[in-house]
């Protein structure tokens, strides 16, 4: 079949993932940023590496690695968190600017009083009563207003410090993707210092900007927010005019995979995004699908068991599938000929059928005008993936899955 190479060469134990602004905003299942450095470097193809494209770029790894490796990127995502956060971590704002305006923030927020916060509604925030204490709120309110007043220049970087502080002070239990409450004597003694958290962030952030900031030549980063399983808006990515893409697609379906949408609402909510509160229904797989829009033979195995065990869920995955070799198609046109794709997935199990990712990827591209190179297969070192899911939508029934990833490279003909 797609030849897969088991190797323990790319687990990066113990590297600092957190380099540059790679430790700005927490996201689900980031990209380590080694794996798209070494790609870049081992797997770019020959003749020139002009452009770099990541389709689902989430917090911007790929881009974050493109730009220190002199090569220009164009990322998209649908979340609009994740194009917040991929925005910020590659501009590089000027340090002394976010240092002097850093001092001024501090300045206002020493002032806080519950008259001086002028913005006190909150209803655009579903149940905020429940997930949060008016005090967090006014204060989180206060910070921003205060943002507000900055530069429009310089005021995202200071937003993306806040967008994390708006989920720490909620009552969500921590280290979950997904939102569950904290439980009521848990909440009667947290007390989060809001300001505190806000500050350090900033503190953290401005470290990394630093340190990227003494880059020399990076390449330039343009951020989108098209779906990618769309076709693509005119003239932003031309037909044959990537080099390479280094990227890692979700897996599933948000709902029953990587709760995107549930991560990212705490932000998005704040902020007024679009879609903030349906936002997995948007994502690949996200809408019922009735019919299969593909051809495969490698996975149909797999699919046709799955099938047979429970319709609802076959559909589930078909509905990914599709959305899935949607975006394939689009994407297999923007690479130029000799161009390679190099996609990092996991090969989830679906009512105890794992269903083998690597394999629909390397099949589809195939159809697409692409050979394949190899599949390596590398452990997942840390906790950045749940490595236990409840696929049978069972509580209690967990099984590891994922705790393999599967780097499929492939060139173009
Ligand atoms: C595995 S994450 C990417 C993580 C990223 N490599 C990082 O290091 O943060 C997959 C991303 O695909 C995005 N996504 C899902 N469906 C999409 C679509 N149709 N178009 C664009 N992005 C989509 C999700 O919002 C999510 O951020």
Redesign the pocket.
């Known amino acids: 079949m797609y030849k897969r190479l088991e190797t323990d060469e790319w687990d990066f134990k113990g590297f600092d993932t957190k380099e540059y602004t790679h430790g700005y905003h927490n996201?689900?299942?980031?990209?380590i940023p080694q794996i798209a450095r070494r790609l870049i470097k081992e797997y770019s193809p020959s003749g020139k590496v002009g452009l770099l494209f990541?389709?689902?770029?989430?917090?911007?790894?790929?881009l974050v690695e493109a730009s220190i490796a002199g090569i220009n990127s164009i990322g998209?995502?649908?979340?609009p968190l994740?194009w917040l956060?991929a925005k910020v971590k590659t501009t590089s704002y000027d340090p002394n600017e976010i240092e002097t305006a850093f001092g001024v923030l501090q300045k206002a927020l020493s002032g806080y009083a519950e008259d001086n916060v002028r913005n006190k509604d909150f209803t655009h925030i579903t149940n905020w009563e429940y997930w949060y204490s008016r005090e967090s709120l006014l204060k989180l309110s206060f910070i921003q207003q205060n943002i507000d007043l900055l530069s429009e220049d310089i005021s995202p970087f200071f937003e993306l410090a806040l967008a994390e502080t708006v989920r720490d002070v909620s009552f969500t239990r921590n280290g979950e993707f997904k939102r569950f409450r904290m439980k009521e004597e848990k909440i009667r003694s947290f007390a989060p210092d809001v300001f505190g958290l806000f500050k350090a962030k900033v503190r953290r952030n401005a470290i990394g900007l630093s340190e990227y900031c003494r880059i020399e030549n990076k390449g330039s980063v343009t951020t989108y927010a098209?779906?990618?399983?769309?076709p693509f808006p005119d003239n932003v990515v031309a037909d044959g005019s990537v080099d390479i893409v280094v990227?890692?697609?979700?897996?599933g379906d948000?709902r029953t995979t990587?709760a995107?949408g549930q991560f990212s609402r705490w932000a998005n909510e704040w902020f007024g995004f679009e879609h903030a509160k349906t936002l997995d229904n948007?994502?690949?797989g996200g809408k019922t699908a009735r019919e299969v829009l593909f051809e495969t033979f490698s996975i149909e195995n797999e699919l046709e068991a799955v099938r047979k065990l429970d319709k609802k869920r076959y559909l589930e995955v078909v509905s990914f599938l599709n959305?899935y070799n949607a975006?394939i198609k689009n994407i297999a046109r923007k690479l130029r000929r000799g161009g390679r794709m190099c996609y990092?997935v996991g090969n989830r199990t679906v009512k105890g059928v794992q269903i083998p990712l690597d394999y629909f990827t390397a099949e589809m591209f195939e159809q697409n005008g692409f050979q394949h190179e190899i599949t390596i297969v590398r452990a997942i070192p840390n906790k950045r993936m749940p490595s236990k899911t409840s696929p049978t939508n069972e509580k209690r029934k967990k099984v590891n899955t994922m705790v393999k990833e599967y780097i499929v490279i492939m060139t173009k003909r």
């Open positions: 996201y689900p299942a980031m990209m990541d389709p689902y770029m989430g917090s911007g790894t790929s998209t995502d649908i979340n994740a956060i098209f779906d990618s399983s769309m990227t890692s697609p979700p897996y948000s990587v995107y948007y994502l690949m959305d975006s990092v």
